[in-house]
């Protein structure tokens, strides 16, 4: 999508469909200069009890020449809360609806802001627009079924022209980043192998000039990252461990971040097989490791200024005769062994592997792992939000401050101590599952104790946002790419 800033008035925006907004209890949409047009979609507002609320719509098709041949008015609800949240989710609607009229321009006219949030303003709702505008037909051979893209997207903002073009530029990388995200998760499990996601890692990287490098079954084996290793044992798709590296351009030393992400590609459960239901969605399950890779692509077009590592862990848990049992007591790099509790709780014996070696291996300043990694995270916050778990209180808040810049939605749960004793039990140094209860913080704990104390170090627990089973606000049914625009807010401050 090409996106172009510009300071017209909706009136004179050429477009398929032209779109503005109004607040919760406005009476006309807001920044039309055009008396007209405004008067005429006043009118309608008031014919059709337009009530300005959050997914309020109205659609005017015009019957005579103008510009555009439809208008949109959205309704963003009360004027309130982050600067450009209600914005993203207006422009995520208006770029939804467009793509429904087959509509290959969108224009879209924002709302007069409040004092300094032009920029914000600007950003998040090229970020909208880009999250609407997503949609996986890439195996699609019914032409009726493909709808023409959304090719260009003109937004008239609010100030001066150079002062907005980077926050645009910087909402472009964010959105264009979590459709890469999107993408992978979307991606039948058969397609997308740990093999696969390698080679598609590498070319992305090529492409937004990162180092990586991709270790095999062999090299893991020599390394000893026992516990990734046994995960994998019941698949004919060897593991791979793909190794990303950023470098800012700019001089002077610089915070060194690593970025784990769980990749497992298809989770059957393993020998404690998963029921049919529950197992129809888990291609999704390597969206920790997309939300990494689609961070690290975006980091040059941002500006970061530190050091990235990421390092994605890919594998299948799969059943075949290989496969490791519930009751085996696992190495890990660390040199702590794991009693398998339960094989369907393979995410965290990947992840501590790749934390025990990324800590030693890159010796990094920040650390977080990213994961769909509980179900009792989606029982304690629900579907939309991700569970944040830490020991150190500044990086824990850096991250919901994060969040909250991105429209993204983060909570922070507990990592009570006392709870690890429910891990610590059997023939083993640890269980990779403990009591019923408290499973979302049973899982952290167990991660907890495979990196150094003194390593500033979060979990963010994906499970919930990373796959939509129904259409939200800025996302179709599929992967919502969940936790890239949080990561890309937090490495621009860092």
């Known amino acids: 999508m090409r996106v172009r800033l510009n300071n017209r008035d909706l009136a004179e925006q050429k477009a398929d469909v032209a779109a503005c907004f109004a607040y919760e209890g406005d009476k006309q949409p807001r920044g039309i200069a055009d008396a007209g047009l405004r008067r005429v979609l006043s009118r309608q507002m008031k014919l059709e009890r337009f009530q300005g609320r ?15 041949r439809r208008y949109l008015v ?55 627009a880009l999250l609407g505008a997503y949609r996986f037909d890439a195996h699609l051979t019914d032409p009726a079924r493909r709808d023409p893209r959304i090719e260009s997207l003109d937004i008239a903002g609010n100030g001066t022209l150079a002062a907005l073009r980077k926050a645009a530029r910087l909402g472009e990388a964010a959105g264009e980043a979590v459709w890469l995200a999107r993408d992978l998760v979307n991606e039948g499990p058969s397609r997308l192998t740990p093999r696969a996601m390698a080679r598609r890692a590498g070319a992305a990287a090529r492409r937004t000039g990162l180092k990586s490098r991709v270790l095999g079954a ?21 593991p791979q461990l793909v190794h990303l590296v950023y470098r800012p351009k700019t001089r002077g030393k ?96 990947v ?70 004793q429910q891990l610590q039990k059997g023939p083993a140094d640890l269980c990779n599952v403990g009591g019923r209860w408290g499973g979302a913080t049973l899982a952290a704990l167990f991660l907890g104790e495979f ?23 800025e996302a179709r049914e599929g992967g919502t790419g969940a936790g890239v625009r949080t990561l890309l807010r937090w490495l621009e401050s860092v």
């Open 218 to 238: 062999l090299e893991l084996k020599r390394l000893g990252l026992k516990a990734l290793l046994s995960v994998s044992r019941g698949s004919d798709e060897p």
């Open 54 to 68: 959050r997914n309020d719509r109205l659609v005017w098709n015009l019957d005579h020449d103008a510009p555009a």
């Open 74 to 128: 959205i309704g963003l609800g009360r004027p309130e809360g982050a600067a450009g949240e209600a914005l993203r989710t207006g422009c995520a609607q208006a770029a939804k609806q467009a793509s429904e009229f087959k509509a290959r321009s969108l224009a879209v006219k924002l709302p007069p802001p409040d004092d300094g949030r032009a920029a914000e303003e600007i950003r998040a709702a090229v970020e909208g």
């Open 254 to 349: 610089s915070k060194r971040v690593l970025l784990v992400g769980k990749g497992v590609t298809f989770d059957s459960g393993g020998l404690n097989l998963k029921p049919g239901n529950s197992m129809l969605h888990m291609k999704g399950d390597m969206a920790g490791a997309a939300a990494v890779l689609a961070t690290m692509t975006a980091l040059a077009a941002v500006g970061c200024r530190a050091e990235v590592h990421g390092l994605l862990g890919l594998t299948e848990n799969m059943t075949g005769g290989a496969a490791y049992k519930p009751g085996d007591i696992l190495d890990t790099f660390s040199g702590k062994t794991v009693e398998v509790g339960n094989t369907d709780a393979e995410g965290r014996l």
């Open 351 to 420: 992840l501590c592997d790749l934390l025990a070696y990324g800590a030693k291996r890159i010796k990094p300043d920040l650390l977080l792992d990213v994961a769909t990694l509980t179900g009792a995270c989606v029982v304690a916050l629900g579907p939309q939000a991700t569970g944040v778990f830490s020991r150190h209180d500044a990086l824990r808040e850096a991250l919901l401050e994060a969040g909250e810049r991105a429209g993204e939605k983060l909570w922070p749960l507990p990592m009570y101590e006392e709870y690890l």
């Open 451 to 473: 990196v150094p104390r003194e390593v500033p170090w979060v979990h963010l627990d994906i499970a919930g946002p990373a796959f939509a089973e129904s259409d939200t606000a």
